[in-house]
């Protein structure tokens, strides 16, 4: 394998520093319990050239990789046979970020990383489409209307948060509008009640002037 200099040694560092070789191996022994295919010792060299990974798209749905080459002889030959896989794993559902491209299994060994990456993706896939083989990473379902059930399931638990939550929202506001009345009602107390005095105030001088004017004439 050529050597990496530069931003590409870096990048390269970066990719094997995250990389866990007992999820290499756990891939392995999957892919080798499914497809029956003997693997060596590496992963990478017994997935570049894209057979085994056509036949594990074929296991697991059947005719999604409608022809491959079971021989490559060179790299265009193994590429068309990595993106026969690809395709058939857009087939399968697999999401696009859990896919890799064919350079991550060239001869630079680009990403390793994403290639496992894409098959824990594909073995949860495989679960939701119905495969009773082996399973590779948590078992989430095992069939498709499961895994619709489990959507919905999820759909109504939101629906019924959204809905508490709205409620709450609704009682904050209406404590809110009540304590808002009351504290005008309170003021408008206060109000009338300082009028009603300053009232009886200003009548009482009133009453006082008027009985002061009268006493010197009486």
């Known amino acids: 394998m050529a050597g990496k200099y530069g931003l ?4 390269a560092a970066k990719i094997a520093a995250k ?3 007992g999820e290499e191996e756990k891939v392995s022994q999957w892919l ?16 570049k050239s894209g057979v085994v990974l056509c036949k594990l798209a ?15 002889k060179h790299y265009l ?6 993106d026969a896989y690809l395709t058939a794993c857009v087939k399968m559902g697999v ?22 990456q894409n098959l824990f993706a594909v073995a949860r896939q495989a679960q939701a489409l ?10 989430y379902y095992k069939t498709r209307e499961e895994q619709i059930e489990l ?16 409620e709450y929202d609704n009682m904050l506001l209406e404590n809110r509008i009540a304590a808002e009345s009351a504290k005008k009602e309170r003021n408008t107390k206060r109000y009338n009640s300082k009028k009603v005095r300053r009232e009886m105030r200003l009548k009482s001088r009133e009453e006082r002037g008027r009985s002061l004017k009268i006493a010197p004439g009486a």
């Open 19 to 21: 990389y866990d070789k």
């Open 32 to 47: 080798a319990s499914v497809t029956g295919a003997r693997l060596s010792g590496d992963l990478w060299a017994s997935l």
């Open 130 to 139: 119905g495969f009773r083989g082996p399973t590779l990473g948590v078992t």
């Open 58 to 72: 074929n296991v697991i749905l059947p005719g999604s990789v409608e022809r491959y080459n079971p021989n490559p």
């Open 95 to 116: 999401p696009s970020a859990d896919l890799f491209t064919q350079l991550d299994l060239s001869e630079t060994r680009k990403d390793m990383l994403q290639v496992v």
């Open 8 to 11: 590409d040694a870096e990048i």
């Open 151 to 166: 959507e919905q399931k999820k759909m109504v638990e939101k629906e019924k948060e959204r809905i508490a939550a709205a």
């Open 77 to 82: 030959e193994e590429k068309a046979n990595i």
